[in-house]
T-cell receptor, first 108, second 116 residues
Framework: GEDVEQSLFLSVREGDSSVINCTYT??????LYWYKQEPGAGLQLLTY?????DMKQDQRLTVLLNKKDKHLSLRIADTQTGDSAIYFC????????FGTGTRLQVFP | SAVISQKPSRDICQRGTSLTIQCQVD?????MFWYRQQPGQSLTLIAT?????????ESGFVIDKFPISRPNLTFSTLTVSNMSPEDSSIYLC?????????????FGPGTRLTVT
């Protein structure tokens, strides 16, 4: 069945790069998404990538997709304390399937 | 992007009662979705609500427990019926918008429900 896995925690120093990883199982996924959830808030769509692409860059965000290995990553350059949140990856074939979420903690 | 509002933002309810959550979108959308996020967990799709047809429920969710209305292209309601403490969750409304570069799905702020 469909399954999306992420590591639970990531801790980085302010100014460093963060890399959040995600693996998925559904090879028919057409789009893969990254969402951000701050405490007590809803989900904010950060970026997404079409499955026939292998990279997408959007300001400080870089998405890498390895379709062969079904691996997706989100790199945040120059990580700031405001980036502290839970990050969810999601795959979409017929509907969105969310990963378990990675809690990013940024310390000064 | 679509702006989505939900009411109420939070509620504390007694077991056995029902709560109806409203979702309002500032533009007409075809696809609306309802998700549940249990404490410390990821999001699980409850159902897809399309205007003019019955909602489509995911495995593990039934209409008697989570009746949904979709009277028009900007509004939907989700009712959590006969609540138990296990229903304590955040309930999120979501809409899908098509773009040239792909499909974008946006979420409301959520309704935080506590059942005592």
């Amino acid at each position: 069945g469909e399954d999306v896995e992420q590591s639970l925690f990531l801790s980085v120093r302010e100014g460093d790069s963060s890399v959040i990883n995600c693996t998925y199982t559904d090879s028919s996924s057409t789009y893969l998404y990254w969402y951000k959830q701050e405490p007590g808030a809803g989900l904010q769509l950060l970026t997404y990538i079409f499955s026939n692409m292998d990279m997408k860059q959007d300001q400080r965000l870089t998405v890498l997709l390895n379709k062969k290995d079904k691996h997706l990553s989100l790199r945040i350059a120059d990580t700031q304390t405001g980036d502290s949140a839970i990050y969810f990856c999601a795959e979409s074939a017929l509907r969105l399937i969310f990963g378990t979420g990675t809690r990013l903690q940024v310390f000064p | 992007s679509a702006v989505i509002s939900q009411k109420p933002s939070r509620d504390i309810c007694q077991r056995g009662t029902s709560l109806t959550i409203q979702c309002q979108v500032d533009s007409q959308v075809t696809m609306m979705f309802w998700y549940r996020q249990q404490p410390g967990q990821s999001l699980t799709l409850i159902a897809t609500a399309n205007q003019g047809s019955e909602a489509t429920y995911e495995s593990g969710f039934v209409i008697d427990k989570f009746p949904i209305s979709r009277p028009n292209l900007t509004f939907s309601t989700l009712t959590v019926s006969n609540m138990s403490p296990e229903d304590s969750s955040i309930y999120l409304c979501s809409v899908e918008e098509g773009r040239v570069q792909g499909y974008e799905q946006y979420f409301g702020p959520g309704t935080r429900l506590t059942v005592t």
